[in-house]
């Protein structure tokens, strides 16, 4: 059972930034790609790959590489696992 607690602690540590939660918000709907997703933001392109690394880390996001670019998507069954979670 510790197990399964210490992968959702890692989950709500990647969710604990107003940045990451906006990336999160924005992967929400489509997948976007590193480019799109600098963007939305006033930040460097070193401080997003520290982000989603953080993202990709701890299971809630899914990356893939196409070329150059870096694809992002949310990882849905670990959003499905958090939902289980609360009920």
């Known amino acids: 059972m510790q197990k399964k607690y210490h992968d ?3 989950m709500f ?3 604990a930034d107003e940045t990451r939660l906006k990336i999160l918000d924005m992967l929400s709907s489509e997948e ?3 480019c799109k ?6 930040i460097t392109q070193p401080t997003l790959s520290y982000h989603m ?3 990709t880390d701890c299971g809630l996001v899914n990356a ?3 070329g150059a670019w870096m694809k992002y998507t949310l990882n ?3 959003f499905k696992k958090l939902k289980e979670y609360f009920k």
Do not use: S, T
């Open 37 to 42: 997703i600098l963007e939305a933001f006033e």
């Open 8 to 10: 959702f602690v890692q």
């Open 53 to 55: 690394k953080i993202l």
């Open 13 to 15: 540590k990647g969710m």
């Open 76 to 78: 849905d069954g670990n």
């Open 64 to 66: 893939r590489r196409e």
């Open 32 to 34: 976007l790609c590193a």
